[in-house]
């Protein structure tokens, strides 16, 4: 089964910054949505930030100003930028596509964790 692979995750302080990157099987195709979720223990999975056509992009509240999501198509290749991390970004990081055939395709995650 096809999957989207994360990278980029770490142990970073507070005020700090990390770039996780997604990549997606180059099978994967017509895909409308891209979009970046996290989920902290005990707590369920949100939404961060998401991309769809034609490059709308939309940050949940808690995020914008601070995280950027960003596509190479080139590359088959999904990026979130975060900046001035904080304790609360704690959580495992999920890379999701949507494509045009009503297919939706996960990765593993990728664990960001941020010490204050």
């Known amino acids: 089964q096809l999957q989207l692979v994360e990278s980029g995750g770490g142990l970073v302080q507070a005020g700090g910054s990390l770039r996780l990157t997604c990549v997606v099987p180059r099978d994967i195709n017509s895909i409308n949505v891209v979009a970046w979720y996290r989920q902290a223990p005990g707590e369920q999975r949100e939404l961060v930030a998401e991309m769809s056509r034609p490059n709308q992009k939309h940050y949940a509240n808690s995020v914008k100003g601070r995280f950027t999501i960003s596509r190479d198509i080139a590359e088959n290749t999904v990026y979130l930028r975060m900046d001035s991390l904080k304790p609360e970004d704690t959580g495992r990081y999920y890379c999701?596509?949507?494509?045009?055939?009503?297919?939706?395709?996960w990765g593993q995650g990728t664990q960001v964790t941020v010490s204050s």
């Open positions: 999701y596509v949507s494509t045009s055939y009503f297919r939706n395709y």
